[in-house]
Each structure stands twice: as C-alpha cells, then as structure tokens.
Nanobody, 124 residues
Framework: QVQLAESGGGLVQAGGSLRLSCAASGRPSRYPVMGWFRQAPGNEREFVAS????????SYADSVKRRFTISTDNADNTVYLQMNDLKPEDTAVYYC?????????????????WGQGTQVTVSS
C-alpha cells in the first residue's frame, strides 16, 4: 500500500502561483503512475495531470496546459504540482492519486489510492 499526503494549498489572487506537494509513503514503487485531480463544489472530480515516477511522459487536462507543471522528486518520494497564472475557476480541493497500472488514464475510478486533499482558493 501507499499513503499519500498533500500540502501546499491556500488562498491566492488570480494570476498568482502555488506549488502543491504530495508525499508518498509505504510502497510507492508499486504505483508507477502518479496524478493530481481536483473537485470543485457541485462538480465531479476531474483529472488535472499525471506522471510516471520514472520520469518522461506527462499528461495534462486541456484547461491547465501551459499553466500547470507536474514533477517528481524520486529521492523524497514526492510529487509536485506547480500552478501558475491561477484563475478563479481553478478553485477546488486538489487530490493526489496513485495508480498501480503502467498505463495512464484520466478516469478517476481507475486510480487506486487517494490522499485527503488540499484546498486551493483563487480570488478574483
């Protein structure tokens, strides 16, 4: 199993930046794909970005391309989400997720482990 703990959320003005962190403990090696999802009030949880621990390929939702960057620090078993040029519509609870399969997917139910989430609020 792997345990995921997010941090770094907060309140920021539109146009600002935040960096979210996801610390993975336990057996992160069993989960080769890591990702971020978000859920705004009244909305379904949606895919934001994903990455392999081994590096290389990444995937982003169209709504965050060129603004958000996902990365990993394998030495610390940490996944980051750098969020720039934030917009009010980015306001949501952001969740870190781990997937045991070798393939990426944007479908939330196909991910195996989830963190508790961290709130990001962007004011206009």
């Amino acid at each position: 199993q792997v345990q995921l703990a997010e941090s770094g959320g907060g309140l920021v003005q539109a146009g600002g930046s935040l960096r979210l962190s996801c610390a993975a403990s336990g057996r992160p090696s069993r989960y080769p794909v890591m990702g971020w999802f978000r859920q705004a009030p009244g909305n379904e949880r949606e895919f934001v970005a994903s990455i392999y621990w081994s590096g290389g390929r990444t995937s982003y939702a169209d709504s965050v391309k060129r603004r958000f960057t996902i990365s990993t620090d394998n030495a610390d078993n940490t996944v980051y989400l750098q969020m720039n040029d934030l917009k009010p519509e980015d306001t949501a609870v952001y969740y870190c997720a781990a997937r045991s399969s070798l393939t990426m997917t944007t479908r939330g139910p196909s991910w195996d482990r989830w963190g508790q989430g961290t709130q990001v609020t962007v004011s206009s």
